[in-house]
């Protein structure tokens, strides 16, 4: 049994869920659960708050975690980092009133700064030789300026629309994050075994990502040129039909080169061309 904690709530949460699901591990999740064990696979899932994840990962509450970079960072905790996983995607970064003029992070010499980030907002300080006063708040440090509480703040962007409302504007980039899979550093050898089949089927939908299953038909004299648009995983499969004059052609495509290739197809005389989602992909 291999024992996850992740998210309760929050940012990472939705995607957290969908992960696990698309990796077949089904949950039945009630309210107010903290402890859950899956169904047909041997892993139990602890709902924990992002900030407890890296030392709950480290000292063996759980065996592994999906926790924010942001977490994993500033809690500097001995888990070890096993993937990135490449969702919610976010940064930490420095923001100031927005109508301030800034030159470079000497502006915050002597300034007080809000955050929930301390470790890392030092480490960033120290680096630049800037000395400022750190004022440590757990939630709605956005707010810490317009109040008079903080000349800036350092906290997680994403979007972009937090710093807007509350007439802040970014200035530093300290650290992009995104989504980690850790794990403690003294699994057994049962437990290792469940996260290498956890980690093959993440790997599987990762890969199966911004791809496209796409089946058309193609006059054969086109054959050819039409291959040469999609290359597929090693070659396309081609198949028969009963117009000896077609075949069928069956491959995969990038979404990010999807209408590209569609337009190719159709100018070369594919017909009836079909597009499927692809869920998981084992190369
Ligand atoms: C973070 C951060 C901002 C918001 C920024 O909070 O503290 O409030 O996200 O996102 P935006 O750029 O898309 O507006 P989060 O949702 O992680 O909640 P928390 O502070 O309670 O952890
Ligand atoms: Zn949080």
Same mark, same amino acid.
């Given at each position: 049994m291999l024992r996850i904690a992740v998210q #309760?709530?929050?940012?990472l949460y939705d995607e957290t869920m969908m992960l696990l699901e698309e990796a077949g591990i089904k949950l039945n999740r009630g309210k107010r659960i903290l402890l859950l064990s899956a169904k047909g696979f041997p892993v139990e899932v602890l709902f924990l708050r992002d900030d407890d994840i890296p030392q709950s990962v480290a000292n063996g509450v759980a065996d592994i975690g999906i926790v924010g970079e942001n977490e994993y960072v500033e809690k500097g905790? !001995?888990?070890?980092? =096993?993937?990135?996983? $490449? *969702? #919610?995607k976010c940064r930490l970064s420095l923001a100031i009133p927005k109508d301030e003029e800034y030159? $470079?992070? !000497?502006? *915050? !010499? $002597?300034k007080t700064i809000a955050t929930s980030y301390p470790v890392i907002l030092r480490s960033f300080l120290e680096e630049r030789g800037v000395k400022a006063d750190i004022h440590v708040i @757990? $939630? @709605?440090? !956005? =707010?810490a300026p317009g109040i008079g509480l903080a000349d800036a703040i350092f906290d997680i962007v994403s979007s972009g629309s937090t710093l807007v409302s509350n007439q802040l504007r970014e200035v530093e980039v300290v650290l992009p994050c995104e989504a980690l899979l850790i794990a403690n550093n003294n699994l057994s050898k049962e437990k290792l075994e469940i996260l290498d089949e956890l980690l093959f089927r993440f790997e599987a939908i990762q890969i199966a990502e911004g791809k496209k299953y796409v089946l058309l038909n193609a006059p054969k004299e086109k054959l050819d040129e039409i291959i040469e648009v999609l290359p597929g995983m090693k070659s396309p499969t081609i198949t028969p039909l009963a117009n000896d004059e077609w075949v069928s052609v069956q491959s995969v495509i990038a979404e990010k080169h999807f209408w590209e290739i569609i337009g190719k197809l159709k100018s070369l005389g594919a017909e009836g061309i079909l597009v499927l989602p692809i869920e998981k992909m084992i190369v």
């Amino acid at each position: 049994m291999l024992r996850i904690a992740v998210q #309760s709530k929050g940012r990472l949460y939705d995607e957290t869920m969908m992960l696990l699901e698309e990796a077949g591990i089904k949950l039945n999740r009630g309210k107010r659960i903290l402890l859950l064990s899956a169904k047909g696979f041997p892993v139990e899932v602890l709902f924990l708050r992002d900030d407890d994840i890296p030392q709950s990962v480290a000292n063996g509450v759980a065996d592994i975690g999906i926790v924010g970079e942001n977490e994993y960072v500033e809690k500097g905790q !001995e888990a070890k980092l =096993i993937k990135r996983l $490449g *969702f #919610s995607k976010c940064r930490l970064s420095l923001a100031i009133p927005k109508d301030e003029e800034y030159k $470079g992070a !000497e502006w *915050f !010499e $002597g300034k007080t700064i809000a955050t929930s980030y301390p470790v890392i907002l030092r480490s960033f300080l120290e680096e630049r030789g800037v000395k400022a006063d750190i004022h440590v708040i @757990s $939630g @709605s440090v !956005e =707010i810490a300026p317009g109040i008079g509480l903080a000349d800036a703040i350092f906290d997680i962007v994403s979007s972009g629309s937090t710093l807007v409302s509350n007439q802040l504007r970014e200035v530093e980039v300290v650290l992009p994050c995104e989504a980690l899979l850790i794990a403690n550093n003294n699994l057994s050898k049962e437990k290792l075994e469940i996260l290498d089949e956890l980690l093959f089927r993440f790997e599987a939908i990762q890969i199966a990502e911004g791809k496209k299953y796409v089946l058309l038909n193609a006059p054969k004299e086109k054959l050819d040129e039409i291959i040469e648009v999609l290359p597929g995983m090693k070659s396309p499969t081609i198949t028969p039909l009963a117009n000896d004059e077609w075949v069928s052609v069956q491959s995969v495509i990038a979404e990010k080169h999807f209408w590209e290739i569609i337009g190719k197809l159709k100018s070369l005389g594919a017909e009836g061309i079909l597009v499927l989602p692809i869920e998981k992909m084992i190369v």
